[in-house]
């Protein structure tokens, strides 16, 4: 029902910073909390950052506190990941994912609709 397509990945050098971007189809973007989720090679899925559906209330993981901010544009239906100074271990591919909100996770497998993923890439 709700379709997700990230965007803005790329190779940047560390103490560069990226935007990604997560295109969200559908009338019902509101219905749902939307988080941010990396996954770098031999890892799992790790919690980034995540907004409830009214844009007034994020949380994050500690290691990206202060660093990476969310944010939405429920008018656009549109979610951004703003990722400053990065490190090269911030290397991963990124995802957006969206649940209905009704309570706050940092659970992937909570989250029931995924975007592709974009390749983030941070050369020392």
């Known amino acids: 029902q709700v379709q997700l397509v990230e965007s803005g990945g790329g190779l940047v050098q560390a103490g560069s910073s990226l935007r990604l971007s997560c295109a969200a189809s559908?009338?019902?973007?509101?219905?749902?909390?939307m988080g941010w989720f990396r996954q770098a090679p031999g890892q799992e899925r790790e919690f980034l950052a995540r907004?409830?559906?009214?844009?007034?209330?994020?949380r994050y993981a500690d290691s990206v506190k202060g660093r990476f901010t969310i944010s939405r544009d429920n008018a656009k239906n549109t979610a951004s990941l703003q990722m400053n100074s990065l490190k090269p271990e911030d290397t991963a591919v990124y995802y957006c994912?969206?649940?209905?909100?009704?309570?706050?996770?940092?659970?992937?497998?909570?989250?029931?609709?995924w975007g592709q993923g974009t390749q983030v890439t941070v050369s020392s």
């Open positions: 994912a969206a649940d209905y909100g009704r309570i706050s996770t940092s659970d992937p497998k909570k989250y029931r609709y």
């Open positions: 907004i409830n559906r009214s844009g007034t209330t994020t």
């Open positions: 559908g009338r019902t973007f509101t219905d749902y909390a």
